[in-house]
């Protein structure tokens, strides 16, 4: 009995799949169609699902699909592919413009790690042609008849996986074969993908190409500016000949040669993150909807821990709070390692290690977002674990109040970022100077290291262009002032971390702040913490008790 537990133990391994989409097809048709339009003339764009990542001998992380394959797709399960083409292809089913892979049924791998589907059923949720992985193989032989292959960049954390198969009732665990490893492997031999390739040599091969006698001293400071990225590109002989003052016979030779260096490729590396950025910066109706629930369920998660919090409260069970109230309205996930920082914790930007028992009477930053759905808030609040701000915890905590105040209100339509960081850092240096911490506007910088915003969706840090504000953007407005201790002023305002994070919804009408229902005014924050916890009867034996 023991060896068969122990067999079970050892052959088991999870991985399961990601959370299913809320979005219906039609919007994820209506997602790859507007892709398609703004995809160049015969191409084919190619993503890969998310790899399953290796948390530990047999367990691995739970699965989380990559964001971009999901925003085309809704698609949840690992080792699959999608091509969407932006001209017609044939089959004889006729004509159609994308294609998802899938792994096909596997009754073993499904007892372990759940449903896989039938092709109908993959077809059911509005792709035009669904095959199985087997298929990529073939389809990928006719990659080098588009101009473009669009894709992402490889990224080298994938695994070769097993699985298993049976032969006379008897198990035997082989490699996948077709597994996202070897898929990935496939396609870069299909598009002849170099082993030693260098992305930065190769934006400057094509930047060379571009050159002419008008753009030539431009692209010249371009590829300077990518050298000083990585020096190793000067022992690439096309990139040092350009660089050097050639003339046009020279140079039309190093063209020749660039030309010859690109010849054998047709993939493109730079066209997908901006097509991807472009649509994902702005948000359908849809995903606002999942967005609202999102921040609601991360507000509900900083109203119940500011009824809860007590000193003697440690920085962990804070968080479990708001990653209760998070499952209890249905989100599967954190959008990104939840962040409790008590005193010098508050100071730490992303401190994720949670791990002080006793927080007394120090201010806690709360950084946390439910992710619903797939779509992530963000939403920072900063409170004092006795109810009460101190008078310097109060002063930092208004500077950077009216800081986040400014930069809400300017979150118009047609301001650009950089604008509304800018009024928000002007607030936070006026502030600090006059505290007597800083005495010159520039030294600002120290205490607020960080970005005033940055959009949120599928990504907690959701790609955008990041210029203008544009109606229906979703983005973070978060100002802060962190002074560590043995900062250069009065030792009385060590310690002191302080973050407000908002998430807003850019709209014609003005910005609409989605996460004004936790307090961020100290005297509410106050009232707030007064109040009885739902929590307050939730009272569980002490653990050394139960120890036998
Ligand atoms: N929670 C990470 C950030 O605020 O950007
Ligand atoms: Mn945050
Ligand atoms: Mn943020």
């Known amino acids: 009995m023991k060896n068969i537990i122990l067999l079970t133990v050892l052959f088991s391994f999870f ?142 954390d994938i695994r070769n996986q097993n699985t298993y198969v049976f032969k006379d009732n008897i198990r035997f665990k082989v490699d996948d074969p077709h597994d996202l490893f070897d898929l990935k492997a496939t396609f870069r031999e299909a598009i002849n993908f170099p ?160 791990d002080k028992e006793e927080i007394n009477n120090q201010l806690v930053l709360m950084d946390l977002g439910a992710e619903f759905f797939g779509y992530t808030a963000d939403v920072t609040r900063t409170i004092p674990a006795n109810g009460a701000f101190s008078p310097e915890q109060k002063a930092l905590y208004q500077i950077v109040y009216d800081s986040q105040e400014v930069a809400i209100s300017g979150s118009q339509v047609g301001n650009t970022f950089r604008s509304i960081y800018l009024s928000s850092y002007d607030i936070i240096a006026k502030g600090l100077i006059q505290l007597g911490i800083i005495s010159e506007a520039s030294e600002a910088r120290k205490y607020y290291p960080h970005g005033l915003s940055h959009h949120i969706g599928l990504d907690v840090h959701d790609p955008g262009n990041y210029q203008d504000l544009e109606a229906d953007m979703v983005i973070t407005i978060e100002p802060g002032i962190y002074i560590p201790e043995n900062s250069p002023c009065d030792p009385k305002w060590w310690n002191i971390g302080i973050r407000i994070e908002d998430d807003v919804l850019i709209t014609n009408d003005g910005p609409v702040n989605l996460s004004a229902g936790a307090p961020r005014d100290w005297k509410d924050i106050e009232e707030l913490m007064k109040e009885e916890s739902a929590l307050k009867d939730f009272i569980l034996p002490e653990i050394n008790s139960l120890v036998q």
């Not at 048709?29 to 790899?51: C, E, G």
């Not at 059911?124 to 473009?148: H, I, M, P, T």
């Open 15 to 156: 991985f399961g799949n990601g959370q299913k989409s809320k979005l219906s097809s039609e919007h994820y048709q209506n997602v790859r169609k507007a892709f398609r339009q703004k995809m160049p003339d015969n191409s084919v764009a190619v993503l890969f699902s998310a790899p399953i990542r290796n948390r530990a001998n047999d367990v691995d992380y739970i699965y989380h699909q990559d964001p971009n394959f999901f925003y085309l797709t809704g698609w949840h399960q690992p080792h699959s592919v999608l091509m969407i083409y932006k001209n017609p292809q044939s089959d004889s089913d006729g004509v159609y413009y994308e294609k998802i892979y899938v792994p096909e049924r596997d009754n073993y791998m499904e007892m372990w790690n759940g449903k896989r589907y039938d092709l109908e059923q993959v077809k059911q949720l509005g792709y035009e042609r669904v095959a199985e992985r087997l298929d990529f193989k073939n389809d990928c032989d006719d990659l080098g008849s588009f101009d473009q292959v669009l894709m992402f960049e490889f990224k080298n």
């Open 195 to 354: 082993n030693n390739f260098n992305r930065l040599a190769h934006k400057a091969y094509q930047r060379i190409m571009e050159a002419d006698q008008e753009s030539l001293e431009k692209i010249k400071e371009e590829v300077e500016y990518l050298v000083k990225r990585d020096s190793l590109l000067m022992e690439d002989e096309i990139i040092r000949d350009f660089l050097k003052e050639p003339d046009q016979d020279f140079y039309r030779e190093v063209k020749r040669k660039t030309a010859f260096a690109l010849q054998n490729y047709n993939f493109d590396l730079e066209t997908l993150p901006i097509i991807m950025r472009d649509m994902r910066e702005i948000k359908t109706k849809n995903e606002i909807d999942l967005l609202k629930k999102a921040v609601a369920i991360s507000v509900v998660g900083q109203i119940e821990v500011m009824k809860a919090m007590h000193p003697d409260m440690g920085e962990r069970e804070i968080q479990g709070i708001h990653e209760f109230v998070y499952r209890k309205y249905g989100a599967a996930d954190e959008g990104y390692p939840s962040i409790v920082g008590a005193g010098e914790n508050s100071c730490v930007l992303h401190y994720i290690e949670n």
